[in-house]
């Protein structure tokens, strides 16, 4: 069974630019994360969908930050006028609703904003 | 404030040594995990255990719900138990996690 894809690994930008990480869920999985995690730190939630429904982006920088599930499949995290705070690693985890204890992550895209 | 609480912030051990990590949360948790980062690498999920003691290979986990405390129990440590560890809490049914800053357990030859 595939585990949870992400792209691209590695970003690196320029203040002020755009960038767009992509996440491929494991198959099935209903309910998709988007986590960011700066360096030492533990993994804070932005974002999280079930099927192709916002549940809560109450942690998402609105102004800057976007995430998008469209088919409730693949989901695509944005960044809008990167800012060197956002330098940190984004993880995409998937789950299956009422399967307890089984959260799956990817590698991570790992941003760094100069 | 901080919802999770890990201590050690860090720790460097001799191989074959024991490690206890800890973990305290301020509210009343639905659900705890730990998580084993890698260096550079993913988090992996060891122990989903919202209450009681649960055993896996070297690895041992005791949750006690009403104090609001986890521990994880790294017996005889081995190099390849470096890496960051992370507790996480599930409040309510809405499938959050809250995470801590992690334990960075480093285990030396």
């Known amino acids: 069974e595939a585990g949870v894809t992400q792209s691209p690994r590695y970003a690196v930008l320029q203040e002020g630019q755009a960038v767009s990480f992509w996440c491929d869920p494991i198959s099935g999985h209903d309910t998709l994360y988007w986590y960011q995690q700066p360096r030492d730190q533990g993994p804070q939630l932005l974002v999280y969908f079930r099927d192709e429904a916002v549940i809560d982006n109450s942690q998402l920088p609105s102004d800057r930050f976007s995430a998008v599930r469209p088919k409730g499949t693949n989901s695509t995290l944005k960044i809008q006028s990167a800012k060197q705070g956002d330098t940190a690693t984004y993880l995409c985890?998937?789950?299956?609703?009422?399967?307890?204890?089984?959260?799956?992550f990817g590698e991570g895209s790992k941003l760094t904003v100069l | 404030g901080q919802q999770v609480q890990q201590s050690p912030a860090s720790l460097v051990l001799q191989e074959g040594e024991n490690a206890e990590l800890q973990c305290n949360f301020s509210?009343?948790?639905?659900?705890l995990q730990w998580f084993y980062q890698h260096p550079g690498g993913r988090l992996v999920s060891l122990f989903y255990?919202?209450?009681g003691t649960k055993h896996t290979g070297r690895l041992t986990s005791t949750t006690v719900t009403n104090e609001r405390r986890s521990s994880l129990h790294i017996s005889s440590s081995q190099t390849t138990d470096s890496g960051t560890y992370f507790c996480?809490?599930?409040?309510?049914?809405?499938?959050?996690?809250?995470f801590g800053k992690g334990t960075k357990l480093s285990v030396k030859s």
């Open positions: 985890a998937s789950s299956l609703t009422g399967v307890t204890g089984q959260l799956y």
């Open positions: 509210s009343t948790a639905t659900r």
């Open positions: 996480a809490i599930e409040r309510g049914s809405n499938a959050k996690l809250t």
């Open positions: 255990n919202p209450s």
